[in-house]
C-alpha cells in the first residue's frame, strides 16, 4: 500500500473539526449527501484484486471493502463502498483515523458523526455500516497494540 491520502490534519482531534466546519457551510442535508459523494469520489483508487470476501467487511447493507496496513506506530486504511454515499462516510472515517498511531485510533471517539448531525441522517443500515467501518479501525488498532 503505497499511495496515502491521509491524515489531512496532524491529529485526529484536528480532522473532526475540520469535519464540523466544513459541514457548517452546507445549508440542508441534501447539500450534505451531495458533499458526502463527492468525498467518497476522493477516495484513493481501490485494487480491483483487493475486493474478495477477505477484505469484505460485514454488517454493511452496502459492499464495503477494507484493507488496512502499518503497526501500532501508524495503521493506514483503504476503503470503498459500492455506495456513493457510503463512500463519503469511508472518507469521513479514514480522515479521522488513517495514518494515526494505534494509540490516537484508540482514544479517539467519532464524535463529529453527532455534532454535524449524521447520526440523526442516516438510514439505520448506513449507521449500522458506519459502525462497522469504525469498529473494524478500532479492533485493528487494538490487534497493533497486543
Known amino acids: 500500500m503505497t499511495e496515502t491520502t491521509f491524515p489531512l490534519e496532524p491529529t485526529a482531534a484536528e480532522a473532526q473539526d475540520a469535519i464540523r466546519d466544513e459541514f457548517a457551510f452546507f445549508a ?24 474478495t470476501e477477505e477484505h469484505r467487511l460485514l454488517g454493511c447493507q452496502s459492499l464495503v471493502w477494507i484493507v488496512p496496513a502499518g503497526n501500532a506506530d501508524r495503521l493506514d486504511f483503504r476503503a470503498i463502498s459500492d455506495s456513493a454515499i457510503v463512500s463519503g462516510l469511508i472518507y469521513l472515517a479514514l480522515r479521522v483515523y488513517s495514518g494515526r498511531s494505534a494509540q490516537e485510533i484508540l482514544a479517539t471517539e467519532a464524535s463529529y458523526i453527532a455534532d454535524i448531525g449524521l447520526a440523526k441522517h442516516l438510514s439505520p443500515t448506513r449507521s449500522n455500516g458506519l459502525a462497522s467501518i469504525l469498529a473494524f479501525v478500532k479492533h485493528t488498532a487494538q490487534a497493533a497494540l497486543a
Open 28 to 51: 440542508d442535508w441534501a447539500e450534505r449527501y451531495q458533499y458526502l459523494i463527492d468525498l467518497g469520489r476522493k477516495l484513493p483508487a481501490f485494487p480491483e484484486e483487493w475486493k
